[in-house]
């Protein structure tokens, strides 16, 4: 045996590092296939082409749950996938009590498993329709939602054969300063954080090799308020919409979703409503530090800065004088924030007319 590891560990040095990269990927992708635990709801559930289906690796989550599922569900979405990470508060627990939510769970280091985790709810949930891949600390949104319907707007999606959809973070906070520690109840998100700021985000050309991008007037966003607040670089454009339809695949950055590779993008792009500036956050970034949650770079980059900036000035306030408070996503269209075509513009404006005249 001990010649045989000899031999082992002699091959492996020998190997290509790409090969060695392949091959730990492979291996990462087997331990979340093999370890994951059904927890409640259903295992399989059938999506039609205008129907969606939402997914969130979560780990205590407790303060969002409430406010994520009622906010997705209400918005129309069919469905929505939890894959929690070994959280040890009522996570779990608050997911149970909803109809249309499945809880699957795996204890494997979120640091190191993150990929194969988002691999594997792809492969699980998103393979052949819609489906929108959040962390628990955002809300989507998408224009004229007051108008147009989930299933309308899917319904324009696949008309125009688009796979994947341009989403923006928006940073939202609240009219105070922060409070140290988070509640363990039920925190109405948007009532309580309704305030953000469009000064410091940095827009430039969405130029891309890899994707099929059909509104010019779309840009990459960068930095905001955090960036104004801590002093670091933040990407705040991503692609959490997505159809997998065999050729869209996650960026090879490893960094989620905030890439994608094959995709035909959107004329219009979405918003997600980011609540990390929230109460109890001095407390969650202290907690990242010292557990060392995520990967290096990021807690080095981020959340070392949050912890420094918040130990210095505990009372911080976020909302500065270029602050404003949100009234509707359809503000954020007339802003600039947000990006629609012509014909998306129509169609909303007839759905309207319809609506209207069924009223009358």
């Known amino acids: 045996m001990a010649r045989l590891g000899k031999r082992f560990k002699r091959a492996c040095l020998k190997r290509r590092p790409l090969e060695d990269l392949v091959a730990i990927k492979r291996l990462r992708g087997w331990r979340v296939h093999l370890g994951v635990k059904h927890l409640h709801g259903p295992t399989e559930v059938t999506y039609a082409a205008d129907e969606l289906v939402v997914v969130c690796i979560v780990r205590n989550g407790r303060p969002y749950m409430e406010s994520f599922i009622n906010h997705h569900l209400s918005l129309g979405v069919k469905h929505i ?18 109809e249309h939510v499945t809880v699957l769970q795996s204890r494997l280091p979120y640091k190191k498993y993150e990929g194969a985790m988002i691999q594997y709810l792809i492969s ?57 520690l988070a509640g363990q109840r039920d925190e109405p998100l948007k009532a309580l954080y309704r305030f953000y700021d469009l ?18 007037n779309i840009k990459k966003y960068a930095d905001g308020i955090r960036s104004t607040l801590f002093d670091v670089p933040f990407a705040l454009t991503n692609h959490r919409l997505i159809f997998f339809d065999g050729k869209v695949k996650p960026g090879a950055s490893g960094r989620g979703l905030h890439r994608v590779e094959n995709a035909r ?10 609540y990390k500036l929230v109460d109890g956050f001095q407390e969650w970034a202290a907690q990242v530090v010292r557990e060392e949650r995520y990967n290096p770079e990021l807690t080095l980059r981020h959340y070392k800065k949050y912890h420094e900036v918040l130990e210095q000035n505990p009372g911080i306030r976020i909302k500065q004088a270029t602050a404003r408070e949100l009234g509707s996503v359809n503000e954020l269209i007339d ?18 007319k319809e609506n209207s005249a069924a009223q009358s």
């Open 81 to 98: 996938v939890f894959l929690d990470n070994g959280s040890d508060d009522d996570t779990v627990a608050v997911a149970r009590d909803h």
């Open 124 to 180: 699980r949930a998103g393979k052949g329709r819609w489906s929108l891949y959040l962390d628990i600390d955002e809300l989507f949104d998408y224009p004229y939602s007051d108008v147009v319907g989930l299933s309308a707007f899917l319904g324009y999606l696949n008309e125009k054969s688009y796979t994947a959809v341009v989403t923006q973070v928006l940073d939202m906070f609240p009219d105070r300063a922060l409070a140290s």
């Open 199 to 216: 000064s410091n985000i940095k827009r430039k050309d969405y130029s891309s090799r890899r994707n099929v991008v059909a509104n010019d």
């Open 265 to 274: 993008l959107a004329d219009i792009s979405c918003v997600l409503y980011h």
């Open 335 to 352: 802003n600039g924030f947000l990006v629609v075509s012509e014909e998306y513009s129509r169609l909303a404006g007839g759905i309207e």
